[in-house]
């Protein structure tokens, strides 16, 4: 009975925190204090800079539809904020090259400039893929920091929708894991991708491109593991990615795998299905991020992926 008892009490802390969490991630559309900008502060090819420089949006073309971020790769460690004592702090090197690459890349396929949001605090001071409610800030100037950074994000994503309609927001990252592939993240737990695609096919409302699922010809678990899912775009450009079409990256099986964090969640169209599509990518180091030949290689490649995967699922044909 005891053991009983101690099982209930484990599953209502879990359970009571994945709603928790999961609900503020669905409820924002503004966080406690501003950054200081009006919406006619955020012209085409401004850059604007959160607190003391922490954080900075460079604001793209209004017909652009496409919003980059880049919350791990900050070097800014100030001595007066403490070290988060919880937590990854790994720096996601390179991460930030590698997505302003893409944003160069993409203006220079489409003649769009893409929004993209960057994080320059170190991630020993500030995670901002996290929620301010995992309590994981100890000082008012990294709450300012995570708060200039999401009204970056909200108000990218406020632009796209009022000026496009909808939209794609891609949350970058780097990932050490043993294998070298892309990790791309829908919100799907590995359990989930490992099961069938009957089973994945129910799942369109829990992922955070389910706004993308409702306008694509393709059955979800296409866009998911078939042959025009990103993973299979990316695949295609020589870019290993998991989940894709290929054999052995179908799923992750038992192999480790991030499946997308806390703006993946906020600021996608999971559930309420919002105009606007999340996907995190988590690329690997030694073929994707390391040099910079490989930044400026892959990360051409990774824009003319989401260019092909935004025509074929979305009707946006952006290229020149
Ligand atoms: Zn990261």
């Known amino acids: 009975m005891k053991r009983f008892n101690c099982l209930f009490v484990v599953l209502g802390i879990s359970i009571s925190c994945c709603f928790s969490c999961k609900k503020e991630a669905d409820d924002v559309t503004k966080t406690d204090s501003d950054s200081g900008y009006a919406e006619a502060d955020y012209k085409p090819g401004a850059v604007l800079s959160g607190y003391k420089n922490y954080t900075k949006i460079y604001v793209g073309d209004l017909n652009c539809p496409i919003i980059l971020s880049s919350p791990h790769d900050g070097t800014v460690a100030p001595a007066n904020i403490p070290d988060r004592q919880d937590g990854v702090v790994v720096r996601d090197i390179y ?6 690459r893409m944003a160069d890349s993409i203006k220079a396929l489409t003649g769009l400039r893409p929004h993209v ?13 996290r929620s301010l409610a995992e309590a994981y ?11 200039d950074y999401h009204n970056f994000i909200i108000m990218a994503r406020t632009l796209v929708t009022k000026h496009v309609g909808k939209g794609l927001y891609l949350d970058m990252h780097g990932h050490g894991h043993d ?11 590995s359990a989930e991708l490992n099961s069938t695609d009957t089973q994945i096919n129910q799942l369109a409302n829990k992922s955070s491109i389910f706004s993308i699922s409702k306008e694509s010809a393709y059955s979800f678990s296409q866009l998911i ?32 795998y991030f499946n997308g964090g806390y703006c993946t969640s906020a600021y996608g169209s999971s559930k309420l299905g919002g105009p606007v599509s999340a996907i995190q990518l988590e690329t690997p180091g030694p073929n994707v991020r390391n040099t910079a030949t490989l930044r400026q290689s892959s990360g051409g490649k990774i824009a003319r992926a989401i260019l092909e995967y935004m025509k074929l699922h979305y009707a946006m044909d952006l290229a020149k």
């Open 117 to 129: 949001v960057i994080n320059e605090l170190s991630r020993k001071k500030l995670d901002p893929n």
């Open 179 to 189: 294998i070298a592939r892309i990790e791309v993240g829908y919100l799907l737990t």
């Open 137 to 147: 800030l100890t000082h008012e100037d990294a709450k300012t920091a995570w708060n």
């Open 95 to 100: 991460a930030t090259d590698l997505t302003l």
């Open 225 to 256: 593991n078939g042959d025009n899912s990103f993973g299979a775009l990316l695949q295609n450009r020589g870019l290993r990615a998991i989940p894709s079409n290929r054999a052995g990256d179908r799923s992750p099986n038992s192999d480790p």
